[in-house]
């Protein structure tokens, strides 16, 4: 049976906040103008521009906070189906979901982390939909989007296997300091049921798209070393530690 080290995820907090920014924002407009038109403001110049400048800024600002709060909510709901995942892994692995990691000027925050018999992975979720394009060494990849009414969007998000690469050697460097040397691989793994992918990687850059192919890696996962469940326990007990001083 797995053992699963829920960590708090930040990002519940932010999407609340950014929820409650939205609805403010989103009624303030309708208030301003009902204030606006009984208290007749719309007879002075001065107030009349103050209360158009108010509702246009209401109005801007809701679009910018709706536009972060979707982002952040679409990750979340990946975490979630990751979470599912993984719950139907076998084997006696110990899960870390949410992980915070420091390690000096080095900081993230993990997905989730594997800690298995096989070896320690790390997993990225990614919720994005669309055609996805990029390769291991770009800055930035592609996120393409195509409509039925013949429109398509472009967007740019950061490459995840470069902040896999960071994530992985945070962690080697928290193990390495507590005199632990133990190999680490990262899989970017896509939840969206509606998401293309044309990347160029590395053979040893692993990307699944879809539950089944995540969970049919993981179970497969194997470097040819066996780590005992006394050294599985060690790995988990530095990383807990670790993070509470994060």
């Given at each position: 049976m797995n053992k699963v080290i829920r960590c708090r995820n930040n990002n519940n907090r932010k999407v609340f906040v950014l929820l409650?920014?939205?609805?403010?924002?989103?009624?303030?407009?309708?208030?301003?103008?009902?204030?606006?038109?009984f208290f007749h403001l719309y007879e002075t110049q001065l107030t009349a521009i103050i209360a158009i400048a108010l509702i246009l800024s209401c109005n801007i600002g809701y679009s910018i906070v709706a536009r972060r709060y979707?982002?952040?909510?679409?990750?979340?709901?990946?975490?979630?189906?990751?979470?599912k995942t993984?719950?139907?892994?076998s084997g006696t692995n110990i899960v870390f979901c949410n992980l915070?990691?420091?390690?000096?000027?080095?900081?993230?925050?993990l997905d989730m982390l594997i800690i298995s018999h096989k070896g320690i992975i790390i997993v990225e979720a990614k919720n994005h939909?669309?055609?996805?394009?990029?390769?291991?060494?770009?800055?930035?990849?592609?996120?393409?989007?195509?409509?039925?009414?013949?429109q398509n969007t472009t967007q740019e998000m950061d490459?995840?296997?470069?902040?896999?690469?960071?994530?992985?050697?945070?962690?080697?460097?928290?193990?390495?300091?507590?005199?632990?040397?133990?190999?680490?691989?990262?899989?970017?793994?896509f939840s969206s049921k509606n998401a293309k992918l044309r990347l160029n990687l590395r053979e040893n850059d692993y990307v699944c798209l879809g539950s089944k192919e995540l969970l049919n890696f993981l179970e497969n996962y194997d470097r040819g070393e066996v780590i005992s469940k006394i050294q599985m326990?060690?790995?988990?007990?530095i990383l807990n530690e670790a993070r509470a001083n994060v």
């Open positions: 409650v920014t939205q609805v403010f924002l989103g009624v303030c407009p309708v208030l301003l103008l009902v204030f606006f038109v979707n982002v952040l909510n679409s990750g979340r709901r990946g975490e979630r189906q990751l979470y993984v719950k139907h892994l915070p990691v420091r390690y000096k000027r080095g900081r993230s925050e939909s669309g055609t996805i394009e990029g390769n291991w060494k770009s800055d930035k990849w592609q996120q393409r989007k195509y409509y039925k009414n013949g490459n995840p296997i470069k902040q896999m690469r960071r994530q992985r050697d945070i962690v080697k460097s928290i193990l390495n300091a507590a005199g632990e040397e133990v190999w680490i691989d990262t899989v970017l793994y326990e060690k790995y988990a007990r």
